[in-house]
């Protein structure tokens, strides 16, 4: 079984319009002593059988159904709504490709077009891309940007930017002449956590291409920028703000009115569930000087012959495929399927939907810190937050977060020591719409009985 | 106006769509957790209905060409049919519903998916090691390159050049730049392969690799590439392969044992994940054990009956991805793999193979093949002919849109003047290319017969061609809100 159409029949009326007897002749230019090995597969299984196995590999994860779940950590669990998906298993959406002739891909431009205009509404910037692969390598590719425009070596980036993400940067960076230095963002006094955004301003030089925060930031607070925004313009570097989490842009000043020169972020959560992580969609914006700079797909608008309006990729000259080893990236395919379903949820849950899920969010996180601190616990962090905060395990995170789970049966947040080892005492608490209020009082029931 | 007005256009003050649940708390005030000055005054959003939301995005997808709709033979892109049962397991709850920082034991599914998933796909390529993070083919790439010069850097060696063929896919040079290294361009052979005399005087000891494509992107397997992998060895380099064009080869060869050392693979062509209109891919990346120490990280191991996430390794690259690549996909392409078997991967080649090499002899007697001779799962057409009467390309493509069908990869490979890059893929019938073949040879005559035909075209599509030096000139990228709005 392999979805191909053609019989016997066919193909032997095919080779003899080849011109040759069997298959078997087409593939002559292979080594002959490398022709035809023998696969070591499984034997294929129809359509049923393969459902019946996929769901039993389903069956061995634990879905937020099954345990209430506090994760997030830049993968968030909101509402999506229906029609999303309903739109994203239509063929033209997910059977089409890259829309490289635009007079049959209006609908993909359209889309994209709408996409960027939503994403510079939501961040405050003038210019926005496609998609990148997630956030993370969005990171990264804004890292080169800032290299690339300044020549400057020195990369200076909050400790409290997402790790996976700081480290995703670090791998695209490491080939290359840049220096990222981690800075310490944030300060322990005792059992509690509050931000340090000296330690950030002096850290910023002549020789910085970029600082780079995220708000919120990685422990939830919501933090005075200013001052970064400030000691950046003072020595020529820009600012990259990595969106901790997009609903949050339904509440918080937009990067782009607190000055930032890029702002990229995590749309996943906008489009469907965490899908363990992916595929995501990486959100890429910029002020209009950069324009030419952004790396992967752009869609304008533009005209027909006829005059009529119409959309068309564009700047493609920054491009892979035309600019090759000059390119401004390397990335072709982008999440557009993924982007798709934000544009579509960002549509239809509009100017009042996206504020009241994000206030929802930061009630409920802030419902569920008072839940916690009534069953014992003593909550770290000492700042504003929006729907995420850290709670402190004096006997060590990853050992409550097991006793949380194995007894109290709650996914109750993540070990903060993937930040730093000076948060092994910590964890990382997140709600949102979706969290209910029996999911708080098992959490807070847990917390009570792990003591 | 287009005929399709804009999201923003559909909103009217008030109006809703979709509703957010249902309070569970009494709410809090942003206001009085949040400093003020941290709270935006202005959220520009549109509000619309949600039927008119539905029917918006409707109506756009109305404008789109797809592989459902009809053929779509767009070279180096595999654009094969997406089975609906990748759909029905891709969103199975415990697959979808899954959080990357659960703790292993409450994800032993995932786990084993793509543990799993790796093994198969080192089975299908003869590679003993596979990690399926990478996000797409380009992401893919880079892996591959650092992984070659943490290789190099592990024996003490600092190589700072890479070899690519001119016949490439752009992202190859791309990547190099992105790597580090200085891209040195090698001139493709009469033959359509790699001049061997050539690639010897290219070869010295700053080069890191040679990137090639298996297929060319000329459809053109390498015949050489014995002596390709053995000079290239000799010299102290690494063969890169860009496993893009890997469904000609499914059953049929497996790239390891050609002595290859890294190659991608694009889970979205080959394996049959949908485009998505441009994405999401996932570009898996395949090597021989010498460069096992250096994938990406996180990997997935396997514990007796347990899997598990891998502690930190002093000699990976590092991470390329938030976690551990886009699962979604992975669920798809496992799917695929498992429903087709050894032989049904083999049977999807051959049918690839035999479907490009039918269009080859049915198209060249109205078109030049500047390559003569028998191709892999594409073939390259040149519109050479035509030129001559004053017809390019460009117009043929158009006038394909015309009768209904994607037009292939146009001038592309940039070595084949007017390139006609038509890849057909394995699902589609002999009936289907016999009208693509119908076609294309009623678009010679018109050429002949009715050159502006073809200069107007296309005429049947929601849109006439597009002024694209204004939209290049003077970019509009997003919709400016109005003033007051």
Avoid at chain 1, 69 to 92: C, I, K, W
Avoid at chain 2, 78 to 86: A, F, I
Avoid at chain 2, 111 to 136: M, R, W
Wanted: aromatic letters at 6%; glycine letters at 8%; one cysteine or more.
């Amino acid at each position: 079984m392999s979805y191909a159409p053609n019989t016997d029949a066919d193909r032997a009326a095919m080779l003899r319009t080849v011109g040759v007897e069997s298959i078997d002749d087409l593939f002559v230019d292979i080594p002959v002593q490398h022709r035809d090995p023998t696969l070591d597969l499984p034997p294929a299984l129809p359509e049923t059988d393969v459902i019946r196995h996929l769901g039993q590999l389903g069956a061995l994860n634990a879905t937020s159904d099954d345990l209430p779940s506090f994760l997030g950590a830049g993968f968030y669990r909101h509402f999506v709504p229906a029609l999303v998906d309903q739109q994203l298993l239509r063929s033209e959406w997910y059977t089409a490709y890259t829309p490289y002739q635009p007079e049959m891909a209006q609908g993909t431009l359209q889309a994209m077009y709408e996409f960027q205009s939503l994403v510079c509404d939501l961040t405050g910037m003038e210019v926005s891309n496609a998609s990148l692969y997630d956030g993370a390598s969005a990171l990264a590719e804004a890292i080169l940007l800032c290299r690339g425009l300044t020549r400057r070596p020195r990369v200076v980036i909050a400790e409290t930017v997402h790790p996976a993400y700081r480290d995703v940067a670090t791998t695209y960076t490491s080939a290359l002449d840049v220096d990222l230095q981690v800075v310490p963002a944030a300060s322990r006094d005792g059992s509690s956590v509050r931000p340090n955004i000296e330690s950030l301003v002096e850290a910023i030089d002549d020789q910085t291409s970029c600082v780079v925060i995220q708000r919120p930031d990685f422990l939830g607070m919501v933090v005075d920028t200013d001052p970064i925004v400030q000691a950046a313009r003072r020595h020529g570097a820009r600012v990259v703000v990595v969106v901790g989490d997009p609903v949050s842009l339904g509440l918080l000043v937009p990067p782009g009115d607190l000055g930032a020169d890029i702002v990229v972020g995590e749309l996943r959560s906008l489009a469907g569930p965490p899908a363990y992580g992916g595929p995501g969609a990486g959100m890429f914006a910029v002020k209009s000087q950069l324009i030419r700079r952004v790396p992967g797909r752009i869609a304008g608008r533009t005209v027909d012959l006829d005059g009529k309006d119409a959309f068309v990729l564009t700047l493609q000259t920054r491009e892979q495929h035309i600019r090759r080893e000059r390119a401004t990236s390397n990335i072709t395919t982008n999440q557009a399927l993924v982007t798709l379903g934000a544009t579509i949820s960002l549509s239809a849950l509009g100017r009042r939907g996206l504020r009241e899920i994000a206030e929802q969010s930061l009630t409920a996180a802030h419902h569920a810190a008072e839940a916690l601190a009534g069953a014992g616990a003593v909550i770290a962090t000492d700042a504003p937050y929006f729907n995420e905060f850290a709670v402190h395990a004096p006997e060590g995170a990853a050992a409550r977060l097991d006793r949380l789970r194995r007894d109290g049966n709650v996914l109750a947040g993540v070990d903060l020591s993937c930040v730093s080892p000076r948060f092994d005492d910590l964890i990382l608490v997140a709600a949102t719409e979706l969290t209910t209020a029996s999911d708080v009082e098992a959490l807070a029931a847990a917390w009570a009985r792990s003591r | 106006m287009t005929d399709e007005p804009l999201i923003y256009d559909l909103s009217s003050p008030g109006r809703r769509g979709v509703h957010s649940p249902l309070p569970q708390f009494d709410p809090v005030d942003p206001g009085d957790v949040l400093p003020s000055s941290e709270l935006r005054t202005d959220l520009p959003l549109p509000e619309a209905s949600e039927i008119d939301v539905m029917r918006h995005f409707l109506r756009l997808s109305h404008k789109n060409h797809s592989v459902d709709t009809a053929m779509y033979p767009l070279g180096s892109c595999t654009m094969k049919y997406n089975p609906k049962v990748n759909e029905v397991t891709a969103r199975t709850p415990g697959l979808a519903d899954i959080h990357p920082y659960q703790p292993p034991e409450t994800a032993q599914g995932a786990l084993e998916l793509i543990y799993e998933l790796e093994a198969l796909l080192a089975s299908i390529t003869g590679f003993p090691a596979v990690s399926t993070q990478p996000a797409a083919g380009s992401q893919g790439e880079l892996c591959g390159l650092l992984s070659i010069l943490a290789w190099h850097e592990s024996r003490a060696e600092t190589r700072t050049q890479v070899l690519v063929p001119d016949s490439a896919h752009g992202t190859n040079p791309a990547t190099g730049t992105m790597s580090g290294l200085e891209v040195i361009s090698l001139p493709t052979a009469d033959d359509g392969g790699i001049d061997l005399q050539n690639l010897k005087e290219s070869l010295g000891p700053g080069v890191a690799a040679i990137m090639l494509t298996l297929p060319s992107t000329l459809g053109l397997f390498e015949r050489r590439i014995a002596e390709v992998v053995e000079l290239v060895h000799a010299a102290g380099a690494q063969v890169y392969c860009d496993g893009a064009n890997m469904n000609a080869m499914l059953g049929r060869v497996r790239p390891a044992d050609l002595g290859i050392d890294v190659m991608h693979l694009n889970l979205h062509k080959t394996f049959s994940t949908p485009h998505g209109g441009g994405g999401p891919g996932a570009g898996a990346l395949a090597v021989q054990a010498h460069l096992e120490p250096f994938l990406p990280e996180p990997r997935v191991v396997r514990k007796g009956d347990t899997f598990a996430l891998a502690e930190p390794s002093p000699t990976s690259i590092g991470r390329v991805h938030s976690h551990l690549g886009n699962f979604g996909n992975l669920v798809r392409a496992y799917t695929f793999i498992r429903s087709l078997g050894a032989e049904g991967l083999r049977e999807a080649a051959d049918d690839a193979v035999l479907n490009a090499n039918y269009l080859r002899a049915s198209l060249s007697d109205d078109y030049d093949l500047p390559y003569d001779r028998t191709c892999m799962h594409e073939v390259v057409l040149a519109g050479t002919r035509q030129r001559r009467l004053g017809v390019r390309t460009l117009d043929i493509a158009k006038r394909l849109i015309d009768y209904g069908i994607h037009p292939p990869t146009i001038y592309f490979p940039i070595i084949v003047d007017e390139a006609l890059m038509i890849e057909p893929t394995e699902t589609e019938s002999r009936e289907s290319l016999d009208n693509f073949i119908d076609v294309m040879r009623r678009i010679a005559r018109e050429a002949e017969s009715d050159p502006d035909k073809l200069h107007d075209a296309p005429v049947n599509a929601p849109v006439r061609r597009l002024d694209e030096v204004t939209a290049n000139r003077r970019p509009n990228v997003r919709r400016v809100p109005e003033s007051g709005d």
